[in-house]
Nanobody, 123 residues
């Protein structure tokens, strides 16, 4: 079993900052990539930022220059530093962990999701 737990959401005024954290735990052989997604009311879930094991990063155009994703491999934790927040950043933010786990005598790769954390940016 693998658990993915996010923290750090909340209410902030436009122009403010928040830092999200996400920790993966459990029977993990390795974590290949971790990422943050968000889903606003009435919209589809979208990728915000992702980071691979060798720290290569990918960002949505809408957050480039404002958000920074980082990772602590020793702690199986990923962070999302969000600066210059805008009302349109309001959404539930979900953490994703692309993990390799041991199943019997083999390894398998699965995606695991956290429960989500609400980020609300007021104007």
């Amino acid at each position: 079993q693998v658990q993915v737990v996010e923290s750090g959401g909340g209410l902030v005024q436009a122009g403010g900052s928040l830092r999200l954290s996400c920790a993966a735990s459990g029977s993990i052989f390795s974590i290949n990539a971790m990422g943050w997604y968000r889903q606003a009311p009435g919209k589809q879930r979208e990728l915000v930022a992702a980071i691979t094991g060798d720290s290569s990063t990918n960002y949505a155009d809408s957050v480039k220059g404002r958000f920074t994703i980082s990772r602590d491999n020793a702690k199986n934790t990923v962070y999302l530093q969000m600066n210059s927040l805008k009302p349109e950043d309001t959404a539930v933010y979900y953490c994703n962990a692309d993990c390799t786990v041991v199943v019997g005598q083999k390894t398998r790769q699965y995606d695991y999701w956290g429960q989500g954390t609400q980020v609300t940016v007021s104007s």
